[in-house]
């Protein structure tokens, strides 16, 4: 049982896998890759900065991967087995990445962007694995993970598994593996052998599982066999099979950051290497109604968070704008709701869908770079108003232009409504 708090462990993991998201990759850590089971022609076809050494198995050969799958990774750092996955699942199939640390969902963003590929055929999720994830029951057809879950504290990796079961449809499936620090300067091909996972040969002393050294290195975290079975069948007895490799683990030695630290143990004495994989029961009674359902439980998910707070106005001083008759390129308005926007509008309004605007930003700032002000609204402009309206400043930001700035339409469209609706000149029907 581990001393330390569960607050302290996670911070510790995520940041520590937050600097290494920052260095890059090289020959060496490639090689690493290639040695735990991926093959050379998978790794030419995604990014080389996706590919950090961070790995000791390769669970997208084990998942068996069919067109139209969905997909979710957890702890899936620069995004090697998502971009795998994505293309094995195909345009009509979904790969979402889960990971809590923002250098490394930036890093993962941009390998998929060199790719072309968004949301939703990939999605990018920045969720921590020690809560409930944002993902909907019974979607998904298989859950992998590599060198992730010993990162958790016993009650976390039981939590996690239980979600996962929730998650995974009637049948699906999940393939763990997990990494130790193994870089090339120790002997790989007899110490490191594809589908390896992390588990304790035997109890690990708590002198041992509080080394936060060793935490982050995925040793103090691991849990015997037997355990990790306990913690599947008490998610579900009905959770199915699981098969084992015993490997031999290295750690502490050159990465692309320099060297990591050696942990003060034979690391090999205390763990080996696993790969598990188990299937949720298909005989789970299926409640659901036929109406499909979104993997992700809210979209946005998929989207970074806003970072700016774009200012407030009031309905009287856009009615101000509106009936001022001011220059073209003076301001704008963007109504961002989808299927929701019968009963009315604010007059001149430009549509465009919340749920597709972060991906088309690009466009939009082609169009409103020179309006100076470009104003959101949804329903209440609670929501969806804001976040596109933050989403584009920050893009306005980021792209150092200040010839536009974004605004909030105070109360949406109900508050203008509800004051202009007999108003001609300030209201479109639908
Ligand atoms: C050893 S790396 C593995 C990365 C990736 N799966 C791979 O094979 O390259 C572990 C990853 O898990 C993430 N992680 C660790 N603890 C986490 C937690 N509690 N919640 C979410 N992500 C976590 C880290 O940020 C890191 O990206």
Known sequence: MSLLPESSIIAAV????????????NNDVQKVTESVGYS???????????????????????????????????????????????????????????????????LARSNAAKKG?????????????????????????????????????????????????????????????????????????????????????????????????????????SIQVEEYQQILQAADPQFLETKNDLRKVCSGVNGTCGVAPKPKFDVNTW????????????????????????????????????????????????ANLIRGGSGEHHFAVVDV?????AGGHVRGSDNWAAQTFYDDLPKFLEKYRNTSQVIFYCGSSAGRGP?????????LNEAGVTTSKSYVLEGGVKAWLAKYRAEEDLVDSD
């Open 14 to 25: 995520v940041q520590a896998y937050s600097e290494k998201a920052k260095c890059g990759s």
């Open 271 to 318: 763990v080996a290497s696993y790969q598990i994989i188990a299937y949720k029961s298909t005989e789970i009674e299926d409640t659901a109604d036929s109406t499909p359902v979104a993997t992700l439980l809210r979209w946005w998910d998929a989207y970074p968070k806003v970072k700016s707070c774009p200012a407030v106005l009031a309905p009287e001083a856009l």
């Open 117 to 221: 590929l968004k949301p939703p055929h990939v999605a990018f999720v920045q969720a921590s694995l020690a809560e409930s994830l944002p993902i909907a029951s019974n979607t998904v057809n298989c859950v992998l993970s590599n060198c992730v879950i010993k990162l958790l504290s016993q009650g976390g990796k039981a939590t996690l598994l239980k979600e996962v079961y929730r998650i995974l449809k009637p049948g699906g499936r999940i393939i763990l593996d997990d990494v130790s620090g193994c870089f090339p300067d120790e002997p790989l091909q007899a110490n490191l052998t594809p589908r390896a996972q992390i588990l304790a040969k035997q109890p690990l002393p708590d002198e041992i599982r509080n080394d936060l050294t060793s935490y982050v290195n995925c040793i103090s975290g």
């Open 40 to 106: 050379p022609t998978d790794l030419a076809s995604i990014p080389a900065a996706a590919q950090l050494g961070l790995g000791c198995g390769s669970p997208v050969n084990a998942a068996n991967l069919k067109e139209g799958e969905i997909v979710v990774d957890l702890g899936s750092g620069g995004g090697i087995d998502v971009l795998l996955s994505a293309s094995k699942v195909g345009a009509e199939g979904q790969a979402i990445w889960i990971d809590a640390s923002t250098d490394m969902i930036a």
């Open 337 to 341: 709701r989808r299927n929701d926007h």
């Open 387 to 395: 976040r596109c309206a933050g989403w584009y400043q920050d893009y």
